[in-house]
């Protein structure tokens, strides 16, 4: 793979855990790379290694071997303030169990990343643009009129579409979604699954994993993972 093909590349990556007196291999050498514009699914079985797998491609945890780089730097060489910043700028992550604070509103939720990136005295000086920001997000997603609200009275799908929305406070330039119809019916799944493909198209890169190849097929390319390695990768529906 051309480093510069790729605005994310995994090489080799390999984690185990320890398990009593063994070892749990996770991930077994594994080779990814994602292209700026991509909209990227991961199916596999639960244990299967994809939420592990994302969660290292994001910098959420360290690989055992192997390296993540993106846009060329290899995020292992990051001092623990650029890993950081580069989790709270570069990259937006979607949960599927949403993770956002009952003590706050829906706008104070979805401007919180924009909150915690600057020092006290920046914010007094941002605070109110960052709100504008917000506000124009739940406007895209249909929100803008549950801003007062708490998470826990809205329903599945509103908390979804919020998390999106703060995912997407700061503009980042890669969105990481972690089974993020998981805890949805269908019908509200796939309407979450519209919001990524509008998403899409207008640009962001998105790498999303799931369980349910119904809902890879959504993506522009789908990559199967078994057992910690990739053994199929393929166009979704969006590309035919």
């Known amino acids: 793979m051309s480093e510069n093909e790729f605005i994310l590349q995994a090489d080799g990556l390999c984690k185990s855990y320890r398990m009593g007196a063994g070892r749990l291999h996770v991930l077994r050498e594994v080779e990814l790379g994602v292209r700026s514009g991509e909209f990227v699914a991961i199916v596999g079985a639960s244990g ?3 939420s ?15 390296t993540v780089r993106f846009e060329g730097r290899d995020l292992s060489r990051l001092g623990a303030g650029e890993l950081n910043r580069f989790r709270n ?5 979607v949960f599927q169990f949403y993770h956002l604070l009952d003590e706050l509103d829906v706008l104070e939720n979805v401007y ?20 504008a920001r917000a506000r124009e997000l739940l406007e895209r997603l249909g929100l803008v009129d549950r801003a007062a609200h708490k998470p826990y009275e809205l329903s599945g799908g509103e908390r979804q579409r919020t998390a999106i929305a703060r995912a997407l406070m700061n ?12 805890n949805l019916d269908s019908a509200t799944g796939n ?21 349910d190849e119904r809902v890879a097929r959504r993506a522009g390319r789908v990559i199967k993972l078994a057992d910690g390695r990739i053994v199929q990768s393929e166009a979704g529906a969006s590309q035919g």
């Open 112 to 131: 919180l990343p924009a909150m915690i990136a600057e020092p006290v005295a920046g914010w007094v000086v941002r605070r109110k643009q960052a709100k």
């Open 52 to 66: 592990t797998l994302l969660h290292i491609l994001g910098a959420l945890d360290r690989a055992d071997g192997g």
């Open 89 to 93: 700028k570069t990259v937006g992550f």
């Open 171 to 182: 503009k980042p330039r890669l969105l990481l979604a972690d089974e993020p119809t998981g």
């Open 48 to 50: 299967s290694g994809k």
């Open 191 to 211: 309407g979450i699954l519209d919001v990524f493909e509008e998403l899409n198209r207008s640009g962001q890169t998105i790498v999303m994993v799931t369980h």
